[in-house]
Every structure is written in structure tokens, then in C-alpha cells.
């Protein structure tokens, strides 16, 4: 069965870097695209980032400049590099394919 993994959450202060890797299984990694979301308590369930089979990137107004994702098809990982980490950051982050979705990994930015 398909299967996403998510890891890398955790707690980091705010300005610094956290990188989420997602492993997928069960799939032909390759010619899917596939996209990273989250939800803050209390907030509806928003897309952070996305990229294409083609590596085609496509990110919320909100992380544009800070977040990074990219994909390793021989490893079937997708990755979400964090940079300049904000309190307004602090969500469950899901990895999602399709009608997919990993469990998610919480990343808490606080001082």
C-alpha cells in the first residue's frame, strides 16, 4: 500500500533551519508530483510548497524566500528545507501525493 513518512520536525528558535524529509513507498515516486502542507492549531490545512514530476516548484506567498522543497527520485524523498524559521510557522506539517497523506511531523518555533 502507499505509504508517507514524515521526519525532521522538532523544536528550533525562531530564525533558525529545520529540514522535513517525507519517505514514500507503494508508488512510482518518480512521475508524481508531490507537496508539503500544514496546519496550525486551530487553522485550516494550507499548502506550503509543491513540486512536479518535472521539479517544478510552487510555494506559498508566506515561505517564499524561506523554505525550499526538492525531491530525490532514486531515494523516493521529497524535502522541505526551513530557513529563517517564524513563531507563525509552529504547525503539524504533512507530505501528501494524490489523495495520500502522511501522519505528519510537528515543528514548534519558540524561544
Known amino acids: 500500500q502507499v505509504q508517507l513518512v514524515e521526519s525532521g520536525g522538532g523544536l528550533v528558535q525562531p530564525g533558525g533551519s529545520l529540514r522535513l524529509s517525507c519517505a514514500v513507498s507503494?508508488?512510482?515516486?518518480?512521475?508524481?508530483?508531490m507537496g508539503w502542507y500544514r496546519q496550525a492549531p486551530g487553522k485550516q490545512r494550507e499548502l506550503v510548497a509543491s513540486i512536479t514530476s518535472g521539479d517544478s516548484t510552487r510555494y506559498a506567498d508566506s515561505v517564499k524566500g524561506r523554505f525550499t522543497i526538492s525531491r530525490d527520485n532514486a531515494k523516493n524523498n521529497v524535502y522541505l528545507q526551513m530557513n529563517s524559521l517564524k513563531p507563525e510557522d509552529t504547525a503539524v506539517y504533512y507530505c501528501?501525493?494524490?489523495?495520500?497523506w502522511g501522519k505528519g511531523t510537528l515543528v514548534t518555533v519558540s524561544s
Open positions: 507503494g508508488i512510482t515516486f518518480s512521475i508524481y508530483g
Open positions: 501528501n501525493t494524490m489523495e495520500y
